[in-house]
């Protein structure tokens, strides 16, 4: 079965600081990439997905991820945070019917 | 946002009462799926649905059951329900076979089991 592992459990940064949060998922075969965020209260939201073509994909709200196949990785990028980013941030992948989701990263970005 | 909604909201119940949810959509999205999100664990996959009367198990099954009878409406039954059961839960859609490879997910049930 898949497994896809997020490995900072949480993360604290100050306004303006870049983010990068990792992921790594199990299955070599074709798969497609996503990353949701939860805001406090709320329900997962989709801030972008790979699901073939430029390994580089861009999201809303300046969120990126870079796809590297050779290292099973599709880790989430932004240049500069803002408060309003303070949220959890799962990554999730797909293939025959089912998602897989990581266990969350908690971001939080102090003003 | 997707037209999904979940019902009850929020619910308390008892250690050994059953308990149903029900996920409705209006978006005629063929996959419909249950999750629960508990701290430290993300989503965890309870059972999913890819048409009418057609389910399949996630990984964490034991102990729910679910029904699809039309295309709108996927229920998640508690048999007899635990405080293990505590948690919140999810409902999620999508339809690869219409370019909605993604998962749109309704607001959620926050069911406490005492």
């Known amino acids: 079965a898949q497994s896809v592992s997020q490995h900072n459990h949480h993360v604290i940064l100050s306004e303006a600081a870049s983010l990068e949060l990792g992921c790594n998922y199990s299955?070599?075969?074709?798969?497609?990439l996503f990353w949701y965020v939860q805001y406090p209260g709320q329900h997962l939201q989709l801030l972008l997905k790979y699901f073939s073509g430029d390994p580089l994909v861009k999201g809303i709200k300046g969120f990126e991820a870079e796809f590297i196949k050779s290292k099973f990785s599709f880790n989430l990028r932004k240049p500069s945070v803002q408060w309003s980013d303070t949220a959890e941030y799962f990554c999730a992948a797909h293939n025959f019917n089912k998602f897989y989701f990581g266990s969350g990263t908690k971001l939080n970005v102090k003003p | 946002d997707a037209g999904i909604t979940q019902s009850p909201r929020h619910k308390v119940t008892e250690t050994g009462t059953p308990v149903t949810l029900r996920c409705h959509q209006t978006e005629n999205h063929r996959y419909m799926y249950w999750y629960r999100q508990d701290p430290g664990h993300g989503l965890r996959l309870i059972h999913y649905s890819y048409g009418v009367k057609d389910t399949d198990k996630g990984e964490v099954s034991d102990g729910y059951s679910v029904s699809r009878s039309k295309t709108e409406d996927f229920l998640l039954t508690l048999e007899s329900a635990t405080s293990s059961q505590t948690s919140v839960y999810f409902c999620?859609?999508?339809?690869?076979?219409?370019?909605?490879?993604?998962?749109?997910f309704g607001p959620g049930t926050r069911l406490t089991v005492l």
């Open positions: 999620a859609i999508s339809d690869p076979g219409r370019g909605y490879n993604e998962q749109f």
């Open positions: 299955y070599g075969g074709t798969v497609n």
